[in-house]
């Protein structure tokens, strides 16, 4: 039954004994990983570890399908070298590669700085099922930074 | 991508094959007739479903007036479960299924959990087993239905439907087995004997998508879910699907006949694969490896990895498998059938499924054994496991 106007919201309060059911935006596309993602995916870069490392993360729960690890090496406040290995699916291996093709040559304030949007909008977009993805690279990055900064206060 | 497909996942969906394709084509061009009609157009189709009906009650073994035509196995659970409850809740109150129930079953017991039915959901051993000791053990003076599938979708583990289906018959419990696996992959004469309610599917034995059927043995108690008219014994209202019933009596039949042959030959490349893998990968592990199983089924945890990383590589190379975790939905959760068996959630995390069918041959086995040991090499050197 319409009450009000259609302008009117306001006057159409939900009614909470009518289920909600699950929607589906009929004019969205149907949206898998576009090739950039699956290039990264299939040739991930800067996998592998980095011995005498400045800085280091461990970020994501395996239990939960994904976890990252992250080094990286330190010259001048620059991110010199940055290395990762992730376990997960597609998204997360593709965003751990790219977070660190972001970072590596940058200074460490600019990398402070990155976000998963940028990460996100680097790959050309994700699943937005995938989105969370993205927040363990930039996690990680700002921890092996964070620890970085511990590591050389300490030094210093 | 031009590669020639590889398809290991039948426990999902299965081709069509000529004879159900045949069978269904008169019915998609000139005999389109509504099987209520009085015209005669409508007399064909009414011919032509009872036909079917009793192809596949001759399949069965069971009288056509036994076979209810759905539009696939989730309406059969359904119908099953809900008819069972509604037919019955004078009588009592408590149903029993199991923890590795297909989700039309599961989620149909909870909904009936939710309207004041009480559900007891058995646990399974660590090959995916259900104890039919354990559903002895449950059964109460209120119980109204055992409900537990023939054999588990995601680890092909055959279930103990015979000793379920008397256990629930010395109690005067109805028992429903979902047969969705078995039926076409195993001879189940026995099985049909035990159970007053059976699930089957088209579409899992070369018939089309779009119908099902659950056996209703003769004095089931069973009141309709769908209600309208008097299609299906008054059990199923709706105008049927003449081309897919057709589609799914000729498949039905098909599958039945060089059956053992078929289940043989697809056995032996599953222990083929199996082999292979055990010998080529490191650290992987079987599921249900130690159950009897469906022949066509292998469930394995590649550890350190995670499947649908495993899925997408073997996508890009053209095999089709499917990931014993749900991460691809977008749902976390983990499959509930392997975390029922006990593997923790990040075992469950890297299992996969590959299902033969009748298309699988040796030299496809060995090819995606090949493949998938270059996947999982590469995917456990960027691991941080």
């Known amino acids: 039954m319409q009450t009000g106007t259609p302008e009117d919201d306001s006057a159409q309060e939900p009614d909470a004994s009518v289920p909600e059911h699950e929607e589906e935006n009929p004019d969205a596309p149907y949206i898998f990983y576009n090739d950039i993602v699956i ?10 570890e980095i011995d ?105 | 991508m031009n590669r020639p497909t590889i398809y290991f996942d039948h426990n999902a969906t299965t081709p069509l094959c000529p004879e159900a394709r045949n069978a269904m084509l ?38 056509p007036a036994e076979v209810v035509f759905t539009s696939g196995g989730t309406e059969a659970n359904n119908m099953a479960l809900r008819g069972v409850a509604a037919a019955l809740k004078d009588r009592g109150r408590h149903i029993i299924t199991s923890a590795i129930e297909h989700h039309s079953v599961l989620k149909t017991a909870e909904a009936l959990a939710g309207d004041g039915y009480d559900v007891t959901f058995i646990p399974v051993d660590a090959q995916g087993v259900v104890d039919p000791e354990c559903v002895a053990e449950v059964t109460r003076a209120d119980t109204i239905l055992i409900s537990v599938m023939s054999a588990n979708n995601e680890t092909g583990a055959l279930q103990p439907a015979l000793e379920l289906g008397a256990c629930a018959r010395r109690h005067g419990i109805a028992f429903h087995t979902d047969a969705v696996q078995t039926f076409g992959k195993i001879p189940m004469g026995a ?60 498949a039905a039949q098909q599958a039945v006949s060089g059956l053992d042959t078929e289940a043989a030959r697809i056995a032996a490349l599953r222990d083929r694969f199996e082999e292979r893998l055990l010998a080529t990968i490191p650290n992987i592990s079987i599921n249900s490896r130690a159950a009897g199983r469906v022949p066509n089924t292998s469930n394995i945890c590649f550890s350190g990895v995670e499947s649908e990383s495993v899925l997408l590589h073997l996508d890009l190379l053209g095999i089709c498998a499917s990931a014993g975790s749900a991460c691809t939905t977008g749902e976390p959760e983990p499959s509930h059938v392997l975390r029922a068996m006990g593997l923790s959630s990040m075992q469950a995390q890297g299992a996969l499924r590959f299902s033969l069918g009748r298309s699988t041959t040796a030299e496809q086995v060995d090819m995606v054994v090949g493949v998938l040991a270059g996947i999982i090499k590469k995917l456990r050197e960027v691991s941080s496991l």
């Open chain 2, 191 to 250: 099985v049909l004997e035990h159970a007053d309610l059976v699930t089957l599917a088209s579409h899992k034995i070369y018939g089309p998508v779009g119908a099902g059927a659950l056996l209703v043995r003769r004095g089931t108690p069973l009141a309709s879910v769908i209600t309208g008219g008097h299609h299906e014994h008054g059990l199923r209202a709706g105008t049927e699907n003449v081309a897919a019933i057709a589609g799914f009596a000729a």
């Open chain 2, 26 to 63: 008169p019915f998609l061009e000139t005999a389109f007739g509504n099987p209520s009609s009085y015209h005669h157009l409508g007399r064909q189709a009414r011919a032509s479903l009872q036909s079917a009906r009793r192809e596949l009650a001759a399949v069965l073994k069971c009288s």
């Open chain 1, 52 to 156: 005498n490392a400045d800085g280091f993360a461990l970020v994501g729960d395996p239990a939960c399908g994904d976890q990252m690890k992250l080094w990286i090496k330190v010259d001048a406040g620059y991110i010199v070298d940055i290395k990762f290995k992730s376990f997960g699916c597609p998204g997360a291996i593709a965003t751990s590669s790219m977070a660190t093709q972001l970072a590596m040559g940058m200074h460490i304030d600019d990398a402070k700085l990155l976000t998963d949007d940028d990460i996100v909008r680097a790959l050309g977009g994700i699943p937005s099922n995938k989105e969370h993805c993205s927040l363990m690279g930039v996690g990680a990055q700002k921890a092996a930074i964070r620890d970085y900064e511990q590591r050389s206060s300490i030094k210093s």
């Open chain 1, 39 to 48: 290039e990264h995916f299939t040739n991930p870069r800067n996998v592998g």
